[in-house]
């Protein structure tokens, strides 16, 4: 496993943009699958984006276009860019890795930070 930690979660209104960084321990980083995930009151985790450790980034349909998913394997580190936030985009936001899955379901991952809040005020 590698350790996962959060940041960059706050309050915005509708339209505005947040950039969500998570830095990784590890020396094997650059190995690892990537994932963002959100999960709103109520309601299951879901699967935001992903990065896999040749590059290959896949979204969500409601977050395509506006959402960019990044990683800096020198910095150890994986990035959500949010842009035209939604309210619906409120959630607490986690990330995520695995060595031997690369996909968009949570169950796959074996690593995840403690989450990050989003809030999008109309």
């Known amino acids: 496993q590698v350790q996962l930690v959060e940041s960059g979660g706050g309050s915005v209104q509708a339209g505005g943009s947040l950039r969500l960084s998570c830095a990784a321990s590890g020396r094997t980083f650059s190995r690892y699958a990537l994932g963002w995930f959100r999960q709103a009151p109520g309601k299951e985790r879901e699967f935001v984006a992903r990065i896999t450790w040749s590059g290959y980034t896949n979204y969500v349909d409601s977050v395509k276009g506006r959402f960019t998913i990044s990683r800096d394997n020198a910095k150890n580190t994986v990035y959500l860019q949010m842009n035209s936030l939604k309210p619906e985009d409120t959630a607490v936001y986690y990330c995520?890795?695995?060595?031997?899955?690369?996909?968009?379901?949570?169950?796959?991952?074996?690593?995840w930070g403690q989450g990050t809040q989003v809030t999008v005020s109309s």
């Open positions: 995520a890795a695995s060595l031997g899955y690369s996909g968009g379901d949570y169950r796959g991952y074996d690593s």
